[in-house]
């Protein structure tokens, strides 16, 4: 009975730990022609064009349809937010408008 008192101890210091969890937004986003994607920095206060990694993997199919576009990823950071606008001065109007920050 003592034996079984312990290991129900044990089990339950075990489910107290706590887990850090991170919140990733995994979304498209489809820029409008003529606008850039940009990446802004919310702990370094920044605003940088956001890098992109191609995947150079093109299907078999869509190559006989002469569909040869490739594929484009951001390169997703911490902290960051990844708007699309014209210029910088268009992302400092989206910050204010959508997030309410205006502290860049």
Known sequence: MINEKKEKDKIESIKQKQIEIQKVFENKIFPKKKNTLFEVNLKLKTIEIAKFDEIPAIKFE????????????VTKKED???ISALNKKNVLKILKR????DKI
């Open 62 to 73: 869509e190559a006989i349809k002469g569909n040869l576009i490739a594929q484009k990823k």
């Open 80 to 82: 960051c937010i990844y």
């Open 98 to 101: 959508e997030f309410n920050y």
